[in-house]
């Protein structure tokens, strides 16, 4: 074996440091057709795509990334910033958003603010000190946003989603809130309870004010006065709803249905109403895991994250790829999924008491 021979097995073994002249060499293309492989670009041929693909394999060849961010000031990253992770909307969020990601052979960033205002600007600024193409960002309430005009102005693309920005001119995906809050209300009306309770987040955020004004919307359209007695805001989902559920079902005109804000709002009503050994008809605003095993299934209006993810990384690749067009905000329709919480009647209610 010569010195050829022999410096052509170290460069042909799996995981050495390959570069794309030597995977052009062995697949018999030029070094163009490696890029456009490498890089996802379609105008390639079947053949010389597998020819590529079986040279990388041989080669363990690995794209650096480092060397065409230093060539083009891209990092192909996104940094997403969203309330809570482990939060079933976000989560689903995440994941649509990540699926967008990947197809364009990027990298996704996630973090979560905790609701803290000033953790979602460190994590935000630490996203843009790392170069990151775009950002996809769910902004806590009652936090400034003009940090973020800087970003905007030195190039960095974002879409706002969840909630729209208060003060900055850029893209959002939002949820037809105060519309889906109407119909899960008006749903229970429908079967008779004009006493019904409304829990929720805490009132100052977005989604919670929009949905309330929704539950309150669909009372004033059915003629049913507003008791504000029958609104609880919990600081946190985590909280606990039991004490005010029971003050509620303990006054001299107890509800007889209940529309639960969020998710883990819904949860926490269904663990109240156990430990008050009683039944109210419920509508949750999102569906939730397990929503339809419990008896009754729990009558939910539901969001898309999925489609909230996609929509928005549509959006942003479309900044990213030189939109110069207006601002826009789109707002997603909900709809009601029917298990069978939503329809217990008043009168059934009140005979099971």
Do not use: W
């Amino acid at each position: 074996m010569g010195a050829g021979d022999g410096l052509r097995v170290a460069v042909e073994r799996p995981n050495a440091r390959a570069t794309m002249k030597d995977v052009a060499r062995v697949a018999g293309v030029g070094v163009g057709t490696v890029s456009r492989v490498v890089n996802g670009k379609s105008n390639v041929s079947e053949e010389s795509v597998a020819a590529v693909n079986a040279a990388i394999d041989r080669l363990g060849f690995r794209r650096n990334d480092s060397a065409r961010m230093l060539r083009t000031g891209a990092t192909a990253s996104i940094g997403l910033l969203v309330e809570d992770v482990a939060d079933p909307f976000f989560s689903l969020l995440n994941r649509s958003v990540e699926e967008e990601v990947l197809r364009r052979d990027s990298v996704l960033l996630t973090a979560s603010s905790d609701k803290d205002p000033e953790r979602a600007r460190k994590m935000i600024l630490t996203f843009c000190a790392r170069r990151v193409d775009g950002l996809v960002i769910t902004l806590p309430e009652g936090g400034d946003e003009e940090y973020l005009r800087a970003e905007l102005d030195a190039g960095t693309s974002m879409v706002f989603v969840d909630r729209p920005p208060r003060e900055l001119d850029v893209d959002a995906v939002i949820v037809d809130n105060r519309g889906g809050a109407r119909t899960g209300v008006a749903h229970l009306i429908g079967y008779g309870h004009r006493r019904i309770a409304c829990f929720t987040d805490r009132p100052d955020l977005y989604t919670a004010s929009e949905r309330i004004a929704g539950y309150r919307a669909a009372l004033e359209e059915a003629g049913i006065p507003f008791d504000p007695e029958l609104v609880y805001s919990s600081a946190t989902t985590r909280d606990p709803v039991d004490e005010p559920l029971g003050r509620m079902l303990a006054s001299d005109d107890p509800p007889t249905a209940v529309f639960a804000g969020n998710n883990r709002t819904s949860i926490n009503v269904i663990g109240a109403l156990r430990i008050h050994n009683t039944s109210l008809a419920i509508v949750g605003f999102d569906d939730f895991e397990l929503a339809d095993v419990v008896v009754p299934g729990i009558t939910v209006v539901a969001q898309d994250p999925k489609a909230m993810g996609q929509i928005a990384m549509r959006m942003l690749y479309k900044r990213l790829d030189g939109d110069v067009s207006p601002s826009q905000t789109v707002t997603l329709n909900t709809r009601l999924i029917v298990r069978g919480s939503g329809e217990l009647s008043r009168d059934a209610v009140l005979a099971a008491r």
